[in-house]
Nanobody, 118 residues
């Protein structure tokens, strides 16, 4: 059974940076796509970025520029680097595993909370 464990969230001041990590257990990580989504309070979950097994990336048009997704297949880990954080970035960030660079898979992590203070 696939297990995803996210980490790296926290409380940060506006303008700061964070790097979120998602470690995947129980699957051949290098053969699968992985993505990051976020859900702000009272809003629907939305795509931040996805990365395929070959490194192809797909990002939300609205969020391009401050968010960078990457992967380390040797560590079965996906990362989301966030720069110049804004209060509107506050929410729970979820890792998603499987699917393609353009479509979500069926496995989700428990989420990591990101809170940005102004």
């Amino acid at each position: 059974q696939v297990q995803l464990v996210e980490s790296g969230g926290g409380l940060v001041q506006a303008g700061g940076s964070l790097r979120l990590s998602c470690v995947v257990f129980g699957s051949i990580f290098s053969s699968n796509a992985v993505g990051w989504y976020r859900q702000a309070p009272g809003k629907k979950r939305e795509l931040v970025a996805r990365i395929g097994s070959g490194g192809i990336t797909h990002s939300s048009d609205a969020l391009k520029g401050r968010f960078t997704i990457s992967r380390d297949d040797n560590k079965s880990t996906a990362y989301l680097q966030i720069h110049d954080l804004k209060p509107e970035d506050t929410g729970v960030y979820y890792c998603n595993y499987g699917g393609t660079p353009f479509y979500a898979g069926t496995s989700w992590g428990q989420g990591t909370q990101v809170t940005v203070s102004s």
